[in-house]
């Protein structure tokens, strides 16, 4: 293990170049988490575990609610709006989605008694988490798309040239 542990410091290191500031500390979490390759292992046995590992492309899709985008003269959709964000960021913000779900799952709002976790104070904090994800994902939205949210505290572009704001 220790092999993984230098690519790791590696990597850590190789990011500290290309980033003017340290990254959060989810990504840094994320990071640590993900398995490192073996010396021994070759690159499609990597990608073969890589994909025997993913999840998802078997699964039912989630809509896109186009005809609600449609309604409304938005500089690009928000699977464009997604593709316009870095892989690092992506991450973040998926990663944040999944815990905040986990959250709302374990706070078990509109839950029958008999499926909610027992522990009162857990759940609470679960419920609190959930929120601060929510709020801090809009946050975070906001900074990286004016464009599409508007600047601070004002309409975006869009909604004030079409009239649907003012």
């Not at 039912?60 to 005809?67: G, I, Q, T, Y």
């Not at 973040?92 to 008694?113: C, H, K, N, T």
């Amino acid at each position: 293990m220790t092999n993984s542990l230098s690519r790791r410091a590696a990597l850590g290191a190789g990011l500290a170049t290309f980033m003017p500031a340290p990254p959060p500390a989810l990504f840094l979490a994320t990071v640590a988490a993900v398995p490192m390759v073996s010396a021994a292992e070759t690159v499609p046995e990597v990608v073969a575990r890589a994909s025997s590992e993913a999840r998802g492309d078997d699964t039912p899709r989630l809509p896109d609610h186009a005809a609600l985008w449609a309604r409304m003269p938005l500089p690009f959709s928000p699977a464009e709006a997604w593709r316009l964000l870095s892989p690092a960021t992506q991450a973040e913000i998926g990663a944040a989605v999944i815990g905040m779900e986990l959250a709302q799952y374990v706070y078990g709002d509109g839950r029958a008694d008999a499926d909610q976790f027992t522990d009162d104070k857990l759940r609470s904090d679960a419920s609190d988490v959930a929120d601060n994800l929510l709020n801090r994902i809009a946050d975070r939205l906001w900074v990286l798309l004016p464009d599409l949210y508007g600047p601070d505290g004002d309409h975006p572009r869009w909604a004030l040239d079409s009239g649907l704001a003012s």
